[in-house]
């Protein structure tokens, strides 16, 4: 039985802006799939071909683009429509930077083979920095379908969903980038991003729907506090409380910033009121003890 050669496929090309990265920086990745077992196995080269093929593709991985797309061009010259040859005059316009001609040529490959994951990644990568958030996310659903342990499928989709405003469905992507690369700190450090821009948009709907909400001043209180503005975390904190005196931990959050200020009779009266409305509160109860703790020893 004739053994199938095996040829280095595809480049796969990102640009660290879609990494969160340098921007006009490039990284490579390269892929190294074989004909013998791949989805384009249905689809062999004519073996008269198979020298100009690799000839290309040695080519293409060396850097001489210029010789590469002389290669593949000349196979399409001689009548071969096969889903590997447009596929690397798309990554040829990718390396280009012409991701509009990277895009038809890859639609072309994706015609012929429409379940090639590599295809629909790098056509969605393309897409991204077209700045078609929307058709990326499309394609690059399809190359998280085809390729799912595929770590750059996932982030460049996470990336797309955030283009298209869904900040949402971004923090689920990059949870699951989590999971497939959990000792990748740049993931995790992406999650986090996600996680801020989601809360942030949060707040921005709040806002829109009811200005006047408890809960848009308790996290205004919040932030205050973090930035450790305590008499404009007060004020928020008790706009909160007048918009809603029934809404729990905006009391607690007091009595701990007047905790911390030495305060204790006003933290007293805030803890006091926490316990009111949630009597079986732990940290409420605790934080009782600390006042009282902290108040007995200030007056010895």
Request: charged share 25%.
């Amino acid at each position: 039985m004739k053994r199938k050669k095996a040829f280095p496929l595809i480049f796969l090309v990102l640009p660290l802006w879609l990494c969160g990265s340098v921007a006009n920086s490039i990284i490579v990745l390269f892929l190294l799939l074989s004909l013998n077992g791949d989805s384009f196995a249905q689809r062999p080269l004519p073996a008269p071909l198979e020298k100009l093929f690799a000839r290309g593709v040695e080519a293409l991985k060396s850097g001489d683009l210029e010789t590469a797309e002389k290669t593949f061009s000349e196979a399409l010259r001689q009548g071969v429509k096969h889903p590997l040859v447009y596929h690397n005059l798309g990554v040829i316009s990718q390396q280009r930077g012409d991701h509009r001609r990277a895009v038809a040529h890859f639609r072309a490959a994706i015609r012929l083979q429409p379940m090639y994951g590599p295809s629909r990644l790098l056509i969605g990568s393309s897409l991204l920095a077209l700045g078609n958030n929307a058709e990326a996310a499309r394609e690059l659903e399809r190359a998280v379908n085809l390729l799912p342990d595929e770590p750059q499928a996932r982030l460049l989709l996470a990336r797309a969903y955030e283009g298209s405003g869904d900040r949402l469905a971004a923090v689920k992507e990059y949870q699951k980038l989590v999971e497939l690369a959990p000792r990748e700190g740049e993931y995790a450090y992406q999650l986090g991003g996600a996680y801020m821009k989601l809360s942030a948009w949060c707040y921005q709907r709040i806002a829109r729907l009811d200005p006047n909400s408890a809960r848009l001043s308790q996290s205004l209180g919040q932030e205050y506090l973090s930035q450790g503005k305590y008499d404009l975390a007060i004020g928020a904190y008790q706009q909160a409380a007048r918009s809603d005196p029934k809404l729990p931990e905006i009391h607690l959050a007091l009595a701990l910033i007047y905790l911390e200020l030495k305060r204790y009779d006003d933290a007293m009266g805030e803890i006091e009121l926490e316990l009111k409305l949630v009597p079986e509160s732990k940290i409420a109860r605790e934080t009782k003890k600390k006042i009282e703790t902290a108040k007995a020893a200030s007056s010895q």
